[in-house]
């Protein structure tokens, strides 16, 4: 079986706050609304991807099966303007079949997080960020010529400038209603700049995972590389299976196609 063939039993509707936005009146000026998209985007079923950079990947893979169509991209190392130029598919990037309707810009007030209470605490020194902090939403509807077999109508990513293992505590254990993402993506990326990667970064015992289990907000699903080594899968889950009891299949994914499984942590 393979992963869009699983991925395709949780097939889902658009939500209703994606279905009726209307790329004429974003609402860009506007806080309630734009709190308001935020909070519609965290409360839907959600991808989460630490230390994303621009790999459509994961984008690709549920979207295709219509699992999931909302994203949230995070990495403190990738400029507003580099993500911009890459969220329109050219030169074999960016999300294929899809254009841009809308990006409307989020502040930190948007997020009704006036404060919140971390879960984890760093060992070391978190390096300050490099680039300036932002935040933008960006509506993705799809082009001429391709049809449900290519992926939803539209889909949402939520792209962030921070850092993975604090905006996983932020957005998802404040005990506030949103709920965990459906599925993080996983993957060490220690040689890219992640400062938690001598203490197991994305992986099993690493912060991220740490913060989940403090709070007991664990994703239902782990996306990540089948590198055992690179990227150790968190405590509880397991790697999933089709009805005939075989392991569904990995995927090539990524800037460098390195291969995919899902794993998944049973109820």
Known sequence: MTLQEYLSTYAEQMPTWLRDFDPDNPGHDNPGRRADLVQALLRSRTVYYPGSYIDAGPVAAFNAAHAAHAYIYVDYDIERGRVLERITWRHGQGFRGYHSI?????LEADFGLRRWQPHYFPTRPIDPPRIPPYAFIGIFERQNGFDDNHGAERFAVLFLSADGHAAYDALFCQNNGTPAPFCAVIQNHGFGGDWAAGEGSFGGHGPMAQVAAACETYPEFL??????????????YQRCQAPDGTEVGSEPMGRYNFPRSLWQRPR
């Not at 809308?102 to 989020?106: K, L, N, T, V």
């Not at 996306?223 to 509880?236: I, Y």
Request: proline share 5%; aromatic share 6%.
């Open 223 to 236: 996306l990540k590389d089948v590198d055992e080594g690179r990227t150790p899968v968190w405590e509880g």
């Open 102 to 106: 809308a990006q409307i810009d989020i």
